[in-house]
């Protein structure tokens, strides 16, 4: 047994079960638990090592598993901090319960290591240094690879620190377990779409830079119709803007329009018709009726380029189909104007 004694080895595990399983739930991956484990007692080891070789310790066999106790503690101050730990205290007979963050009981056991480092005289059969290591490898461990992990359980964990509280003060009714359920629920859900969004726009993306509207344009419909807000719609448009013009832009162009035109918000419209034509000049809507409509809006709001392009456009697509007087009308109007 790799242990001074029973005594040692119990409150090693104490410690160790009261941080280790909640860091490995969170930190999602057995194997990237057990390589954070090795890593710890990498660095406990050389840094025992070192400090043995220079003198500032003894040579003493490094028995124990308190430089990755220390460690576990550590990197629940980066990866947990707002995380209430129960603690127990007790005082010849006298006790309390009570609970402290993760990140203050860090400070405190980690702290007082350093301090009884720099300051004691002679540390005796106590492992100061793997302490010490321990604690800081747990931390700058998760400080310089764990990130992005603790950005994804941010709002988990933020969840969950709500309701430890509310369990701790109050004590969790059924509705306030049934609203947490909900809160969670919900948060998985965002998560979902989020990740099914990305891949779609990954996927988009890929057909329009490739140059196959086609299948851009049918996976666009297939996604999104008449049904979906406007302005989800306009957000849509603005990302596929980012990468260049494209047939797949305009078919949404053309698409916002609509929507705005059935909305009767003809203002909104115009933007969409000047950005679809600043694509391709002859960007042209499928409603002929309307092409007028707008023409003659474009005149009314000092615009007579995109009043020539949508009536000179649709007089070549539709031939006899116009109004070949009104046509003449405002392309003169158009003229007289520029």
Not at 167 to 192: D, S, V
Not at 217 to 241: A, C, H, K, M, W
């Amino acid at each position: 047994m790799a242990h001074a004694n029973l005594p040692h080895l119990f409150w090693n595990l104490v410690f160790y079960l009261a941080f280790a399983p909640a860091l490995e739930i969170l930190i999602g991956n057995a194997f990237r638990y057990i390589r954070i484990m090795l890593f710890i007692a990498f660095v406990v080891g050389v840094c025992d090592s070192i400090s043995a070789l220079i003198g500032v310790t003894e040579p003493l066999p490094s028995l124990g598993f308190s430089g990755i106790v220390m460690g576990m503690i550590g990197l629940s101050a980066y990866l947990m901090p707002k995380v209430r730990i129960k603690v127990f205290c007790w005082y010849i007979f006298a006790w309390k319960v009570f609970f402290v963050r993760a990140w203050i009981l860090a400070v405190y056991y980690i702290g007082g290591e350093i301090w009884f480092m720099f300051t004691a005289e002679d540390y005796g059969n106590i492992g100061v240094v793997a302490h010490v290591s321990g604690g800081l490898a747990g931390y700058f461990y998760g400080f310089y690879w764990l990130g992005d992990r603790r950005e994804e359980i941010k709002d988990e964990l933020a969840h969950e620190v709500k309701a430890m509280r509310i369990q701790q003060q109050h004590g969790k009714t059924r509705l306030e377990a049934f609203r947490y359920q909900t809160e969670m629920n919900q948060i998985e859900e965002k998560k979902r779409e989020a990740k099914d969004r990305d891949r779609f726009m990954q996927q988009l993306y890929r057909m329009v830079s490739t140059h196959q509207d086609s299948k851009a344009v049918n996976s666009l419909l297939t996604r999104y119709g008449l049904d979906t807000p406007t302005y989800e719609l306009e957000e849509l448009f603005e990302r596929i803007q980012e990468w260049g013009p494209s047939r797949t832009l305009l078919c949404l162009g053309r698409l916002i329009i609509h929507k705005l035109d059935k909305e009767k918000r003809d203002g909104r419209a115009m933007v969409y018709i000047a950005k679809c034509q600043n694509i391709n000049p002859r960007f042209l809507l499928d409603d002929i009726s309307r092409v007028f409509h707008y023409a003659e809006m474009a005149l009314e709001t000092g615009r007579p380029e995109i009043a020539r392009n949508l009536v000179s456009d649709a007089r070549k697509r539709y031939g006899d189909l116009v109004n070949s007087e009104q046509c003449n009308h405002l392309l003169a109007k158009a003229v007289r104007a520029q």
